[in-house]
């Protein structure tokens, strides 16, 4: 088993071919296959004596149907795979299904391709799916396409014929912005210009399909991109005896080699890359897009799965809540405004809510609306969307790879979408001033991980707030001291600690009530709450009525993760999510119990 | 990056997009070449180690070397390895070999039936207990809702259907027609109550690819697999009863890559070697349907 013998490497493309039902996709590819010599020994003969037996004509699309198993259908319902190789390549095409109910499965097929073929019958010339599809190519990123126009024996091979849809086509392509590669006047049937020119088209001298094909090329600038890295996981298999703390991901665009100073967000923390990791192989000094990796870091930083990793040399991503996108809706059930989904992009998953519908391209039609206030089945709509927390991505003209998204309803992916342009939130300015804030920021020598271990705690703020008078403070204070006894690290800020001595001055109103005009305030105690979390300690703050902008900003400020809000007393009607809520107080001990075993539960008191 | 590398690479990015969202995750280990090949990926994944247990189901019919294969390597690398059986059937004697039922119906016992009850949590679980070294009664009866599964698309045609993620309801039914989107690496990893899903990191890996890695990373395989001098070898592994070697002189990996290049084994189904494919008509959809692998 020690002889080795050379794996050759061949280059392999995915297409994808699309268009409207009928109009010849499946001959198209049947007719490639036949005149490259990729089929099976006496299949092509096997099939027409099967057609003649049964008394019916052949057709290719039998042919493509025997070789993926699928009669029984007889009709294309998922995207199936035929495959060819030429000198240059080997194919793999990927038959996306014409029928509108089946466009799900046509976008999972065509998502894997690199170029794409387009049909369209020369007599019944641009229908709907033709222009769909189209649509649905631009919006997956497929941008290589090559145009047939097919069936040209049936209008006598006229020129003017082939214009006009040319001239028709180019004009709806041209208002989504694909430029496609050429037009090409074919017939399957027959095979006229799929791989070889005949006399059939005199006026025709362009490509043939296989000339289109062999002309398109395999994305290869992902590598010289600027490095982005959605962070899939954080692993450390301590129980396994392995002390290594590993960053892992898949690398959609750019490069990273050890000693570079990556950058993480929406958080916007920063590390160095002090390893990469690897199993049974050697590693290099250097990785790049589209390999799977983990990385080291040289210091011990809280980051968490959906963080989006970058080079700190090189451009940074957007961060925002608010964005412009393009979507395309596959869910059973309509897109509205009041509903609450997640959207998924690299590899964050946050709450999302539409904000506006500028505009809906009508699944039927195919006509701009924009009084439409739902979006419905196989709708494509541009729209604004809220996330509920900050996500980082860039905008698809700078890289499609890190602009795309889903969206889940319930249980199901139905949308996708590109963002196109980043739109400013209440935290772009407190956010930017953040990353800057990290950037400088000395990070301790002692990382967090190990200052938990010796505290038996993990920092965090703990956030009283409820109307006035319904004893915030001397619960803070009882569970300071409960904490405090435990041997926990805990303290409690006094406001008034704070509004007399950092808010000196910008003093003057009592910081809390009038919370709106009073962001400075909050970023202030913020910051302070920031400095204390890094020195490992569970900081207890009251407030009154905290509203959720406020929280806002402390969120932006300090990790998320740890700030734990709790409502005490009757309920309000604003719009504050807390963590926990206690309605009425019988014994301040049961209160300071009930959250002891809240922070318990997050584990940030470990149980002794 | 070559085409081995490329697909290891989609691998190692599905298997972690698995373990990050499936609390109760666990894979399928047949000792086959194609759940060895996921093993390893699995390995590749996540350094080194696997962090989610194996489950194999024992039909109490597997090649002796197969079961001798399948401890080592649990010691070995100290896998989380969970087995389970039918053993009403077999106690019951409800099997082929018994002469009691077809092979489908065998399979659907001593497969599909032990499969589902041992992903829900119903029937007995075994776990390889690595200070005794022997088999215990598992403790936890939890339903696993992610399933990692090394289906492969070029199998055979009901396959080339599947999803990376895909979904099964509360009976482990599969429903072809109705499958979610899947596209930008995006995957279905929410499920409602009850369900779970299946997980497939192979689906563009082909028979040829599977030993083309095995060769390059030099994983170790059942001897099964070679010809040991008899002009005999298995191509695919299972049951004694209903698997059958195939007519064939390789004697190394290598070998087998040239034998599965040259295209002595096209017109050859992967497969052909097991019965109960060819049994009745549909068989191997419907089982499949029913939740078989
Ligand atoms: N005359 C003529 N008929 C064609 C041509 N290409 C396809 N067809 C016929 O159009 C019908 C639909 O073709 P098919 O390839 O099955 O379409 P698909 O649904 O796009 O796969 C079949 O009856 C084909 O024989 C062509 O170039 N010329």
Same mark, same amino acid.
């Given at each position: 088993m020690n002889t080795k013998t050379p794996i050759e490497h061949r280059e392999k493309m995915n297409i994808v071919i699309v268009g409207h039902v009928d109009h010849g996709k499946s001959t198209v590819i049947g007719r490639l296959l036949v005149d490259t010599g990729s089929?099976? +020994? #006496?299949k092509l003969d096997q099939v027409r004596e099967n057609c003649e037996r049964n008394s019916k004509p052949f057709e290719y699309a039998f042919l493509i149907d025997a070789l993926k198993d699928e009669q029984a259908q007889g009709i294309t319902i998922d995207s199936a795979r035929v495959f060819f190789k030429t000198e240059k390549r080997d194919y793999i095409i990927i038959d996306a299904p014409g029928h509108i109910e089946f466009l799900k499965n046509m976008i999972t097929g065509a998502s894997h391709a690199e170029a794409a073929l387009l049909v369209i019958d020369a007599n019944e010339g641009v229908r709907e799916n033709s222009r769909r599809h189209g649509y649905m190519l631009s919006m997956l990123g497929i941008h290589q396409i090559a145009v047939l126009v097919n069936k040209m024996d049936l209008v006598d091979y006229s020129e003017t014929v082939y214009h006009s849809i040319v001239q028709e086509y180019t004009a709806f392509l041209h208002q989504i912005n694909v430029k496609p590669a050429c037009f090409i006047p074919v017939s399957g049937v027959l095979g006229v210009n799929i791989t070889r020119h005949n006399q059939t088209i005199p006026w025709y001298r362009g490509k043939t399909v296989l000339d289109a094909l062999e002309e398109f090329h395999n994305a290869d600038d992902i590598e010289v991109r600027p490095f982005r890295m959605p962070v899939q996981d954080i692993y450390k298999f301590t129980r396994f005896g392995d002390n290594r703390r590993i960053v892992a991901g898949t690398i959609l665009t750019g490069s990273i080699s050890i000693g570079d100073q990556i950058l993480f967000f929406p958080s916007g923390k920063k590390g160095v890359v002090q390893s990469i990791e690897a199993f049974n192989t050697v590693t290099s000094s250097t990785v790049s897009a589209p390999y799977a990796v983990g990385l080291t870091l040289a210091e011990q930083i809280y980051i968490t799965r959906g963080e989006m990793a970058v080079k700190a040399t090189e451009a940074k991503p957007c961060v925002t809540s608010r964005v412009k996108t393009s979507l395309f809706w596959l869910g059973k059930n309509p897109m509205t405004m009041k509903k609450e989904y997640h959207i998924k992009t690299g590899c964050a998953k946050v709450p999302v809510m539409i904000e506006e519908i500028s505009r809906v391209l009508n699944a039927d039609t195919l006509q701009w609306t924009d009084s439409k206030s739902v979006i419905d089945r196989h709708d494509v709509a541009e729209c604004i969307l809220r996330t509920s927390g900050p996500i980082a991505f860039d905008i698809s003209e700078d890289n499609p790879l890190t602009s795309r998204f889903v969206i889940i309803d319930d249980y199901e992916i139905s949308g996708g979408g590109i963002i196109q342009r980043d739109l400013d939130d209440s935290q772009t300015r407190l956010r930017d001033n953040v990353y800057v804030r990290n950037v400088k920021w000395e990070t301790s020598g002692i990382p967090s991980e190990k200052r938990a271990d010796r505290y038996n705690q993990k920092s965090a703020l703990i956030l009283i707030t409820g109307k006035? +008078?319904?004893g915030k403070k001397t619960i803070a204070r009882a569970l300071e001291k409960r904490l405090f006894d435990d041997g926990k690290i805990a303290y409690f800020l006094g406001i008034g600690n704070v509004l007399y001595g950092v808010d000196a001055d910008i003093? #003057?109103?009592?910081?809390?009530?009038?919370?709106n005009e009073n962001s400075e305030h909050i970023r202030r105690l913020a910051e302070i709450a920031h400095i204390m979390m890094e020195a490992g300690i569970i900081l207890i703050v009251t407030a009154i009525e905290l509203q959720q902008d406020n929280i806002e900003i402390i969120k932006t400020i300090v990790n998320p993760d740890r700030i734990e809000t709790i409502w005490i007393g009757e309920e309000s009607d604003s719009e504050l999510r807390c963590d926990l809520y206690i309605e009425s107080i019988d014994s301040i001990d049961e209160v300071v119990g009930v959250i002891k075993e809240n922070l318990q539960e997050k584990n940030i008191i470990f149980r002794p | 990056m070559d085409h081995l590398d490329r697909l290891e690479n989609i691998s190692v990015h599905i298997l972690r997009e698995a373990y990050a969202n499936f609390k109760n995750l666990c894979m399928l280990w047949s000792i086959g070449k194609d759940s060895t090949v996921l093993l390893w990926l699995t390995r590749k994944a996540f350094f080194g180690h696997v962090p989610f247990p194996l489950v194999h189901i024992d039909? &109490?019919? =597997? !090649?002796p070397e197969m079961i001798e294969y399948r401890d080592r390597l649990t010691q070995e690398w100290k896998l989380m390895m969970i087995v389970g059986k039918n053993e009403e059937a077999l106690v019951d004697k409800l099997t082929f070999p018994d002469g009691a039922v077809d092979r489908i119906a065998c399979c659907r016992n001593l497969k599909t039936k032990a499969l589902i009850n041992t992903l829900n949590g119903t029937w007995k679980r075994m776990r390889f207990n690595h200070h005794s070294n022997s088999y215990e009664v598992d403790r936890s009866t939890e339903p696993y809702t992610g399933v990692i599964v090394g289906a492969r698309a070029d199998e055979e045609g009901s396959r080339s259907k599947e999803r990376y993620f895909s979904p099964r309801d509360t009976y482990s039914e599969w429903d072809v027609g109705d499958q979610p989107p899947e596209f930008? &690496?995006?995957? =279905?990893t929410d499920f409602a109550p009850g369900t779970h899903l299946r997980i497939h990191p192979l689906l563009d890996w082909t028979e040829l690819n599977i030993w083309e890695y095995i060769e390059r990373e030099n994983i170790p395989t059942v001897s099964l697999y070679y010809n040991k001098g008899d002009g005999k070898r298995y191509r695919s592994l299972g049951c004694w009863p209903c698997t059958n070697p195939i007519n064939s002189e390789s004697r190394t990996i290598n070998e087998i890559i040239d034998e599965l290049k040259s295209g &002595?084994? =096209? &017109? !050859?189904?992967?497969?052909?070697?097991?019965a109960q494919d060819k049994d009745d008509g549909g068989g191997l959809e419907t089982l499949r349907r029913e939740g078989y692998m």
């Open positions: 089929l099976p +020994d #006496g006035k +008078d319904t003093k #003057g109103r009592s910081v809390l009530e009038l919370a | 039909t &109490n019919y =597997k !090649i930008w &690496n995006q995957f =279905k &002595n084994l =096209k &017109n !050859i189904a992967e497969r052909s070697g097991r």
